[in-house]
């Protein structure tokens, strides 16, 4: 973000710490809770925003080096992921070119081949084809019509983008929107990924993204957690499109005050947070940024997965792992290593733990009983308040890009 923008957002903030305002639509919405039930209209949101939609896999860190390589399998079909020996990362579905069986296993590592379980047909990790043992007895296979299957991909301002359908066109200009400038601005390239959390629970994914709508609760819901260090019901809010940003102070920003204006960073006194529709929140902290990215479970719109992708600055590595032993010279190559080890730095383990908790233990248990309030169909409306401006719009978003009606005004 230009720091224009971000002193501008400073100001802002302060100025309704002072006023005690917080942001208002000027309007309050009810939304229906059929939304997170209907089982029908889970099928059409698994078809529209995750089979045939562009999907956020991660940060270039994810795929650190020549070789590396990830797994996944959030949006109903296997993917494999790799960084080329030529630094270009591909996808493809993991699926073997003979009989069709998963070819790369585990997780995420490093590996310049790729060998199938079953009868060992080989591709390097650019997808080709390269070995068939038996070949003479199998028969003859032209093994450059036989490579992996490529899906599309691409890596822009440091994020890993691909389409889940082979004949999908990925269209990152729409995606990103204005906030594309912004976005690259972050320079999400320089990170280092720190292991991911998965959290699977009982509450529709829409749920899950609802929590991240608004900050009245943070007094209230977080008063032992995030409300130590933030100032609730405070929020600078702007749309983009379908996405928005949505910032909020923390309470550090009471000791910006005190600093000339020209050395004010965003970072240091607020928390930013970007939602890309349809399903991603980018959280970005000072020295840390935590990207949560939300999955229906395709078999029951009553349940939903959330990937939680955690990534730290070079600086703020260096800064933990010095003062925590591992010297006083922690290099690029140092930071890389320490990032692979999950025990490595207690203190970097400990903010992760935080941000997973409340997500988990907090914000997420709210969710599961709003689900089983949806689910008695008894309760046919939750509301929204005219602070609540992200919920507003994301809903009407998702309402309009499903072809349905707006949401209804509520009057009181
Ligand atoms: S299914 Fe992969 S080698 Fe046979
Ligand atoms: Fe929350």
Same mark, same amino acid.
């Given at each position: 973000m230009e720091k224009?923008?971000?002193?501008?957002?400073l100001?802002?903030?302060?100025?309704?710490?002072?006023?005690?305002e917080?942001?208002?639509?000027g309007?309050?919405y009810?939304?229906?809770?059929?939304?997170?039930?209907?089982?029908?209209?889970?099928?059409r %949101?698994?078809?529209?925003?995750?089979?045939?939609?562009?999907?956020?896999?991660?940060?270039?860190?994810d795929l650190?080096?020549p070789?590396?390589y990830?797994?996944?399998?959030?949006?109903?079909?296997?993917?494999l992921?790799?960084?080329?020996?030529?630094?270009?990362?591909?996808?493809?579905?993991?699926?073997?070119?003979?009989?069709?069986?998963?070819?790369?296993?585990?997780?995420?590592?490093?590996?310049?081949?790729?060998?199938?379980?079953? &009868?060992?047909?080989?591709?390097?990790?650019?997808?080709d084809?390269?070995?068939?043992?038996? !070949?003479?007895q199998?028969? !003859?296979?032209?093994?450059s019509?036989?490579? +992996?299957i490529?899906?599309p991909m !691409? %890596?822009?301002?440091?994020?890993?983008?691909?389409?889940?359908?082979?004949?999908?066109?990925m269209?990152?200009?729409n995606?990103?929107?204005a +906030?594309?400038?912004?976005?690259a601005?972050?320079?999400?390239?320089?990170?280092?990924?720190?292991?991911?959390?998965?959290?699977?629970?009982r509450?529709?994914?829409?749920l899950?993204n609802?929590?991240?709508?608004e900050?009245?609760h943070?007094?209230?819901?977080?008063?032992?957690?995030?409300?130590?260090?933030?100032?609730?019901?405070?929020?600078?809010?702007e749309?983009?499109?379908?996405n928005?940003?949505?910032?909020?102070p923390r309470?550090?920003i009471?000791?910006?005050?005190?600093?000339?204006?020209a050395?004010w960073?965003?970072?240091d006194?607020?928390?930013? +947070?970007y939602?890309l529709?349809?399903?991603?929140?980018f959280?970005?902290?000072n020295?840390?940024?935590n990207?949560?990215?939300?999955?229906?479970d395709?078999e029951?719109?009553?349940?939903?997965i959330?990937?939680?992708?955690?990534?730290?600055?070079k600086?703020?590595?260096?800064?933990?792992?010095?003062?925590?032993?591992?010297?006083?010279?922690?290099?690029?190559e140092?930071?890389y290593?320490?990032s692979?080890?999950?025990?490595?730095?207690?203190s970097?383990n400990a903010?992760? !733990?935080?941000?997973?908790?409340?997500?988990e233990?907090?914000?997420?248990?709210m969710?599961?009983t709003t689900?089983r309030?949806?689910?008695?169909?008894?309760?046919e409306?939750?509301?929204?308040?005219?602070n609540?401006?992200?919920? &507003?719009h994301?809903h009407?978003t998702f309402?309009?890009a499903l072809?349905?009606?707006? +949401?209804?005004?509520?009057s009181?």
């Open positions: 224009p923008t971000q002193i501008r957002i100001k802002d903030l302060m100025r309704m710490l002072d006023a005690k917080n942001v208002d639509a309007v309050m009810r939304n229906p809770t059929s939304v997170y039930t209907c089982p029908d209209l889970a099928a %949101e698994w078809r529209t925003f995750f089979k045939g939609h562009t999907q956020l896999i991660g940060l270039s860190s650190p080096k070789g590396s990830l797994t996944l399998d959030d949006f109903g079909v296997p993917v992921a790799t960084r080329g020996k030529d630094g270009t990362c591909r996808a493809f579905l993991n699926v073997c070119r003979h009989r069709g069986v998963q070819v790369a296993q585990g997780e995420k590592g490093t590996q310049s081949a790729f060998s199938c379980p079953f &009868h060992q047909w080989t591709y390097s990790n650019q997808g084809l390269i070995a068939i043992p038996d !070949e003479q199998f028969g !003859e296979i032209d093994k019509c036989h490579g +992996l490529a899906l !691409e %890596e822009r301002h440091g994020m890993l983008w691909l389409h889940p359908d082979t004949d999908g066109v269209n990152l200009e995606m990103l929107g +906030l594309q400038p912004e976005l601005n972050w320079k999400f390239e320089n990170l280092v990924a720190m292991g991911q959390t998965t959290i699977a629970m509450l529709n994914w829409k899950a609802d929590t991240f709508g900050t009245n943070f007094d209230k819901l977080h008063k032992n957690t995030l409300g130590r260090i933030t100032h609730a019901s405070c929020l600078n809010y749309t983009f499109g379908r928005h940003r949505f910032v909020f309470r550090m009471d000791e910006l005050r005190q600093t000339p204006e050395d960073r965003l970072t006194g607020a928390t930013t +947070l939602f529709f349809p399903n991603i929140q959280i970005i902290g020295g840390s940024i990207i949560v990215c939300l999955y229906p395709p029951d719109p009553n349940r939903s959330s990937k939680i992708n955690h990534y730290f600055t600086g703020a590595i260096a800064a933990a792992a010095e003062i925590e032993g591992h010297g006083d010279n922690v290099t690029s140092t930071v290593e320490i692979q080890s999950d025990t490595g730095i207690p970097l903010i992760k !733990e935080v941000f997973n908790s409340t997500i233990q907090e914000d997420y248990l969710g599961e689900q309030a949806a689910e008695t169909g008894m309760m409306h939750i509301i929204f308040g005219r609540e401006p992200a919920l &507003h994301y009407q309402r309009a072809q349905m009606p707006p +949401l209804e005004e509520m009181g």
